[in-house]
């Protein structure tokens, strides 16, 4: 797994901020951080795509730049959550922060609520454990509303 960071204005000084949060709050992660950034005028649906295709995870962590790992990470819960989603083809992504989603709460996992592959319910706040097709698919429908950064 990876985990994949958005920066939504294209910028590499705040991406490496993250970096340098995730390396002090999340001093044991187990997986590399990836940053999808670009020309700040451009297309970031389009950057996401480009990126998805471009790995083989079939579930990755989606983060945004403006979301800090902090005060810290709980990397046992990450890692039952992983397990759940890999499990359930029909989740098509867990919450990593509080949300609000038109599916039930995971029963085996306490405190994350899960996304259904036809949930509706798709804010970017937090990061997210999510399968690589249901992001492919969410960004490919919605990226023409997302064209460019406001």
Same mark, same amino acid.
């Given at each position: 797994?990876?985990?994949?960071?958005?920066?939504?204005? %294209?910028?590499?000084?705040? +991406?490496? %901020?993250?970096?340098?949060?995730?390396?002090?709050?999340?001093?044991?992660?187990?997986?590399?951080?990836?940053?999808?950034?670009?020309?700040?005028?451009?297309?970031?649906?389009?950057?996401?795509?480009?990126?998805?295709?471009?790995?083989?995870?079939?579930?990755?962590?989606?983060?945004?730049?403006?979301?800090?790992?902090?005060?810290?990470?709980?990397?046992? $819960?990450?890692?039952?959550?992983?397990?759940?989603?890999?499990?359930?083809?029909? +989740?098509?992504?867990?919450?990593?922060?509080?949300?609000?989603?038109?599916?039930?709460?995971?029963?085996?996992?306490?405190?994350?609520?899960?996304? %259904?592959?036809?949930?509706?319910?798709?804010?970017?706040? %937090? $990061?997210?454990?999510?399968?690589?097709?249901?992001?492919?698919?969410?960004?490919?429908?919605?990226?023409?509303?997302?064209?460019? +950064?406001?």
């Amino acid at each position: 797994m990876r985990i994949a960071l958005l920066s939504t204005d %294209g910028r590499d000084d705040i +991406v490496e %901020g993250y970096i340098k949060f995730a390396e002090r709050f999340w001093p044991e992660r187990p997986w590399p951080i990836e940053s999808i950034v670009g020309d700040p005028e451009g297309s970031y649906s389009q950057r996401i795509i480009s990126y998805l295709k471009s790995i083989p995870d079939e579930v990755l962590m989606m983060c945004i730049d403006d979301f800090w790992p902090w005060p810290s990470v709980n990397q046992p $819960a990450i890692d039952m959550a992983y397990e759940y989603i890999l499990k359930r083809k029909n +989740v098509g992504a867990i919450h990593l922060l509080p949300c609000t989603s038109t599916e039930p709460s995971c029963p085996d996992l306490p405190g994350f609520r899960y996304i %259904g592959v036809q949930d509706a319910d798709r804010s970017s706040n %937090g $990061a997210y454990l999510v399968r690589k097709k249901y992001l492919l698919d969410i960004t490919v429908k919605i990226g023409p509303t997302l064209n460019t +950064v406001q």
